[in-house]
């Protein structure tokens, strides 16, 4: 870590708002005008709206990070949470990955700490749930996917092979739909190299509590994503929740009571929890409270951004907020980074105001929806194609686009592998099992006894 004495600005986060702030202030700051302090629990960034196709086996998990130190070359990046700042001391509390906890002092701060899931006190879900907020819970998706497929192929206990054929999703905005969406396509495409495995075995819900899904697209294009899901076999429950999922026994509000190895939670997200702990003004919700310029009400040397951050949308009008998304949370980004340097050196700061230029979602391959500019409607294979487009162009780094559209490529002529690595979450179990002490091998059962034939 630098003893350095230019001043410090402090980066909370390298997510969306971490990163490109990161970049964009080293971009505008003069040679040693500062020095650009990132921390984060982890050494990269992670493109979210990448997580269900990585779920689905369309991106390779590797593609969708970007390492923060090969990307931040000119930044100091620690690894560790900040547990709590003081405001008044200008220092911030950093635990390590490993080692004991220490203060470092800041002249700057950027909070991006982003959000984390939003649960309830659902009986059985902290046993049983999958999130969706990083590239392990995608990738451990994945694996556990094509692994029920495989005890479904190799079981005889009809009870085990239906709850293992069982996928719920609780959720219906993007993130569950394009989960549902490409784990049903994976699992569709996988069930032709199984021989006791059909699609027909399967199924495939979704909960949702509102009255439709993805609200963000609209009534029509939400009616239209649930019909073209349905047709697929998917099952759609709007207006209805999770009671319960004990034992992996999921209890839906409606009375659908069904028992499933696969319960994926997306239902919304919060603020992370360890706001409460630095010294700023919150909106209801826990969100850092700041103004159109990005900086925390009430401070000139603090700013906030992204999930975390209670921007105000002024291409919206008054009283209206950004929403918790990539689109905002980029944007933001750059204009939090040129008012960094400008409150360095004493200029006026620049307000935040950007137009949603639409939302797109990906239904599986060759399947989409999107709505651009609030008016134009795609539905199928161009909404899916713009999808891979907007995306594939925001990856960070050339290096990161080049790998996603080289995957994409290559899967017009090869075809998807079907393989689980379940063994990847508890790699040293069969090592340690082989280094401990011999277990006998329980023998076979003996046969039944002939019986003797008793003459008359």
Same mark, same amino acid.
């Given at each position: 870590m630098s003893t350095t004495e230019r001043p410090r600005i402090l980066i909370v986060g390298g997510g969306y708002v971490g990163l490109y702030a990161a970049m964009r202030i080293q971009k505008k700051m003069r040679y040693g005008e500062a020095t650009v302090t990132v921390v984060d629990p982890r050494s990269y960034m992670t493109y979210l709206p990448f997580l269900p196709e990585a779920a689905g086996g369309n991106v390779a998990p590797r593609n969708l990070v970007a390492p923060l130190r090969r990307v931040l070359k000119d930044a100091e990046v620690l690894t560790g949470h900040v547990t709590s700042v003081d405001q008044d001391r200008k220092v911030a509390t950093v635990h390590p990955a490993a080692g004991d906890p220490y203060e470092i002092p800041f002249d700057?701060?950027?909070?991006?700490?982003? !959000?984390?899931?939003?649960?309830? #006190?659902?009986?059985?879900?902290?046993?049983?749930?999958?999130? *969706? /907020?990083?590239?392990?819970?995608?990738? !451990?998706?994945? $694996?556990?996917?094509? =692994?029920?497929?495989? *005890?479904?192929?190799?079981t005889t206990d009809e009870a085990v092979r239906k709850q293992a054929l069982t996928f719920v999703v609780i959720g219906g905005g993007f993130a569950g739909i394009e989960t549902i969406a490409e784990i049903e396509d994976m699992a569709r495409d996988s069930a032709k190299i199984y021989h006791n495995v059909k699609r027909e075995d399967m199924r495939f819900i979704v909960v949702e509590a509102a009255n439709r899904i993805l609200p963000e697209m609209g009534p029509d294009l939400g009616l239209w994503t649930k019909e073209k899901l349905e047709e697929r076999g998917i099952e759609i429950y709007i207006e209805t929740s999770m009671e319960s999922c004990v034992d992996k026994h999921v209890v839906l509000k409606n009375g659908i009571e069904v028992d499933a190895s696969t319960i994926v939670w997306?239902? @919304?997200?919060?603020? $992370?929890? &360890?706001?409460?702990?630095?010294?700023?003004?919150? @909106?209801?919700?826990?969100?850092?409270?700041? =103004? #159109?310029?990005?900086?925390?009400?009430?401070?000139? $040397?603090? %700013? !906030?951004?992204?999930?975390?951050?209670?921007?105000?949308?002024?291409?919206?009008g008054e009283g209206a907020w950004c929403p918790p998304n990539a689109q905002h949370a980029v944007r933001q980004a750059i204009v939090l980074g040129d008012n960094v340097v400008a409150g360095m050196?004493?200029?006026?700061?620049?307000?935040?105001?950007?137009?949603?230029?639409? &939302?797109?979602? @990906?239904?599986?391959?060759?399947k989409g929806v999107a709505i651009l500019f609030g008016k134009y /409607?795609?539905?199928?294979?161009?909404?899916? %194609?713009?999808?891979?487009?907007?995306? @594939?162009?925001?990856? #960070?780094? *050339?290096? +990161? /686009?080049?790998?996603?559209?080289?995957? %994409?490529?290559?899967?017009?002529?090869?075809?998807?592998?079907?393989?689980?690595?379940?063994? *990847?979450?508890? #790699? +040293?179990?069969?090592?340690?099992?082989?280094?401990?002490?011999?277990?006998?091998?329980?023998? &076979?059962?003996?046969?039944?006894?002939?019986?003797?034939?008793v003459s008359a």
């Open positions: 700057y701060l950027v909070v991006a700490m982003g !959000s984390v899931s939003r649960t309830f #006190p659902i009986p059985g879900l902290a046993e049983h749930g999958i999130g *969706m /907020k990083s590239v392990e819970e995608a990738i !451990s998706l994945r $694996n556990h996917v094509v =692994a029920q497929l495989d *005890m479904a192929e190799s997306t239902a @919304g997200v919060k603020p $992370n929890p &360890a706001l409460a702990n630095f010294g700023l003004p919150l @909106g209801p919700r826990g969100h850092v409270d700041t =103004a #159109p310029t990005l900086q925390v009400q009430g401070y000139d $040397n603090v %700013w !906030s951004a992204g999930d975390n951050a209670q921007v105000p949308d002024l291409a919206v050196r004493g200029f006026p700061q620049k307000e935040y105001k950007h137009k949603n230029l639409g &939302a797109v979602a @990906g239904l599986g391959l060759h /409607k795609l539905k199928g294979r161009p909404a899916w %194609w713009f999808h891979r487009l907007y995306h @594939g162009s925001r990856v #960070p780094t *050339m290096n +990161r /686009k080049i790998r996603v559209f080289a995957d %994409w490529t290559l899967a017009m002529f090869l075809k998807r592998e079907t393989v689980s690595l379940v063994e *990847m979450e508890k #790699p +040293r179990e069969v090592f340690v099992e082989a280094a401990g002490p011999a277990k006998a091998i329980p023998a &076979a059962p003996a046969a039944p006894a002939a019986k003797e034939k």
